[in-house]
């Protein structure tokens, strides 16, 4: 399987080892005797939903979470008949009826929501699923404490509207010591007790790790699944899903005090050898891993000098046989010998964000 963009044509090549990620989603589902569930928004953390989501079904996975309707209507062609798909935004206004017509379960963030879903409950006569979630700390969705206790104190506040799961996230969870953790799972025993007996999801990749009292009914993992550590600083236990190699265009020897890429910045000391490999920001590939970023080349690593440019940076290859890096040659800029972790760190960034902003001129392979 792979896209469009052709490999002898393209910049660089992207591997989406679909393998790794199911081998992930099991390790994940069989830490607890909750259900396990599957984040797939921003296009499968920029791996892509397309592949990722039927390789997630044929691993057992039958529920997924997307944050934007539009991603949900999208996912509902790629997974099998009766699989729940839970919208993280809940319905932007004026689109409850298009949840509804794709068999979306939409999660339920504030009073405008519930009334929207309860509205078209109401107008077609039928009882609607919904999930409820909660704000436990974190101030970014869900309903706040004083709305959900002033709603909850109508009785028909719920009225045409069949709550299946209550939710809420963890702001912290990758701090395994940090207090917010168990605050928020406190405040969320405490707001459960609005809808006694709704299952329940608390825990997102790095929230699992945190261990059972965190688990409840659903997993929702997201990153641990395409790779990324849930328990930073420790060994990750999870598999790579990804590698990038990108192409070397173009090898020059250059003296003592020549400067290498914009602004000039990089200064050679000595004589060296710069490739010049065909990747830049245009592709994701981060400007502030200027002068701090790494390649590999058969494992052996070799430095970014100079700023990433748009579509392409340099590497000092001076070490490297110079038959290993003619134009043509693959390197790699993430993949065994750098994982996706060691590239956020160089950029000064999170997995989440090497991942999501990988580019669309890659050829992309899925293996
Ligand atoms: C509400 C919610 N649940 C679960 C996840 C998955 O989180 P992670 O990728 O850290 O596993 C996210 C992602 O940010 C989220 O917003």
């Known amino acids: ?11 660089a090549l992207l591997t989406v080892d679909l393998g790794a990620i199911r081998a992930n989603y099991r390790l994940l589902a069989n830490m607890s005797r909750a259900s396990c569930a599957a984040v797939l ?3 499968a953390y920029g791996l892509g939903m397309e592949q990722v989501a039927p390789a997630l079904a044929l691993e057992g996975c039958t529920t997924f979470f997307t944050a934007h309707l539009q991603e949900a209507i999208a996912l509902r062609q790629l997974v099998p008949e009766g699989c729940t798909i839970y ?5 932007p206004p004026g689109t409850a009826k298009d949840c509804f017509q794709y068999d979306l379960v939409p999660v339920l963030n504030d009073p405008g929501q519930l009334q929207e879903w309860r509205a078209l409950a109401l107008t077609l006569g039928r009882v609607l699923p919904a999930a409820i979630q909660f704000d436990t700390g974190m101030s970014r969705m869900g309903f706040a404490p004083a709305d959900l206790a002033a709603l909850s104190n109508q009785p028909d506040w719920l009225a045409g509207i069949r709550p299946v799961l209550v939710m809420s996230h963890l702001a912290c969870a990758d701090e395994p010591a940090h207090p917010m953790n168990a605050a928020q799972r406190r405040r969320f025993a ?12 608390l825990a997102n990749s790095s929230g699992i ?22 328990q930073p600083g420790t060994p990750n236990p999870l598999r790579q899903a990804v590698s990038l190699h990108a192409r070397i265009v173009q090898v020059r020897s250059v003296c003592e005090g020549d400067v290498v890429g914009y602004g ?8 060296r050898r710069i490739a010049t490999i065909s990747v830049g920001y245009a592709d994701g590939w981060l400007r502030s891993l200027s002068g701090r970023g790494q ?14 440019s748009m579509d392409s940076m340099g590497l000092d290859v001076t070490g ?28 000064g960034t999170i997995g989440y964000e090497v991942l999501t902003r990988l580019g669309s001129r890659f050829h992309r392979r899925y293996v």
């Open 190 to 201: 405490q707001q459960r007790e609005v809808l006694p007996g709704v299952p329940a999801s």
């Open 320 to 347: 490297i046989a110079p038959e290993r890096v003619l134009p043509g040659a693959e390197v790699e800029l993430m993949g065994a010998a750098l994982p996706v972790d060691a590239v956020a760190a160089a950029a």
């Open 87 to 91: 919208v993280l935004h809940g319905p």
């Open 295 to 308: 390649a590999a080349i058969d494992g052996v690593i070799v430095p970014v000098v100079g700023r990433v």
């Open 209 to 230: 790790f945190l261990g059972h009292k965190y688990h409840y009914d659903l997993l929702r993992p997201g990153a641990a699944l395409y790779g990324i550590n849930p």
């Open 264 to 271: 000039g910045h990089h200064v050679c000391v000595g004589e």
């Open 41 to 43: 928004k921003a296009d």
């Open 1 to 11: 399987m792979s896209n469009s963009v052709d490999a002898s044509r393209a910049g």
